[in-house]
């Protein structure tokens, strides 16, 4: 089976630079995927994705040696194993608040007896090999998102759990969960910043890897500095948007700044 170029960076102590994908579109993702990231990720929650968009994405990124991994819209097990078995090499699970749910998130991932995934990895065969089945378990990276008050209350039987690989943080809806405004690029002081720090711990003490969404490429970097594997920086729509504000206010002198709580 291909090795999971992503988990075997981090094994070895380097970091992983991931792209985000809002915007569905097979040309999108082929254009990030020559661009240098270590991974993309398909945003199935918040981005404009469905699957049969999805799919050509998968495609389109697994042409270059970038690592194709989703992030599915809920911890619900037929989305988990469909988009597997289209060939993404990891999953990023939202909400995931106890025990019991970072359960039913891996072992949806995983065929029996460590899971309950069914078989029939139609696109995974082709992009993994033919022992896919043999290996998939231990290859396709499983990163359970912290971001809810009961999660924070529960990081170490969350991250305990056999087969999560790690965590993800998602900085706007555990600033919600915190009472602070959404958003991402905490600055220090707030009481979200100091649970980034906290769950980081958290994550190092299980021996699991540690992500985060970010903003910027110099707050990515820091958290890079603080000990996070994984980190995402911004997303296509964003650096779209950001790019072409550049050259306006080059242009016309805007002085608009550009919003930092969407993804």
Not at 97 to 104: D, F, I
Request: proline letters at 5%; one cysteine or more.
């Amino acid at each position: 089976m291909r090795k999971n170029k992503v988990k075997e960076m981090m094994r070895a102590g380097k970091p992983v630079v991931n792209g985000w994908l809002s915007a569905p579109g097979a040309v999108t993702a082929e254009t990030m995927a020559q661009q240098g990231f270590d991974s993309l990720t398909i945003d199935l929650q918040h981005g404009l994705t469905d699957y049969s968009s999805a799919l050509p994405m998968l495609q389109a990124i697994s042409s270059t040696e970038v690592t194709p991994l989703t992030r599915v819209n809920w911890n619900e097990p037929g989305q988990i194993m469909k988009i597997l078995d289209a060939g993404s090499y990891g999953v990023i699970c939202p909400m995931v608040s106890n025990k019991q749910e970072a359960e039913r998130f891996v072992q949806a991932c995983m065929y029996p007896p460590n899971g309950y995934r069914s078989f029939g990895p139609i696109r995974g065969l082709i992009y993994g090999g033919p022992d896919y089945t043999k290996h998939a378990d231990t290859e396709i990276l499983k990163l359970a998102m912290i971001e809810t008050k009961e999660a924070l209350e529960k990081l170490d039987e969350i991250m305990s759990v056999k087969g999560v690989d790690g965590i993800y943080i998602g900085p706007a809806d555990l600033s919600l969960a915190l009472g602070e405004e959404p958003g991402f690029d905490k600055s220090e002081g707030t009481k979200a910043y100091s649970e980034i720090l906290r769950i980081l711990e958290h994550a190092k003490k299980n021996n699991i890897f540690a992500g985060i969404h970010n903003g910027t490429p110099e707050y990515a970097q820091r958290m890079i500095d603080k000990g996070f594997n994984f980190v995402t920086i911004s997303s296509d729509l964003r650096e779209m948007s950001l790019g072409s504000k550049r050259n306006i206010e080059k242009i016309k002198g805007s002085t608009n700044k550009a919003d930092t709580k969407s993804y």
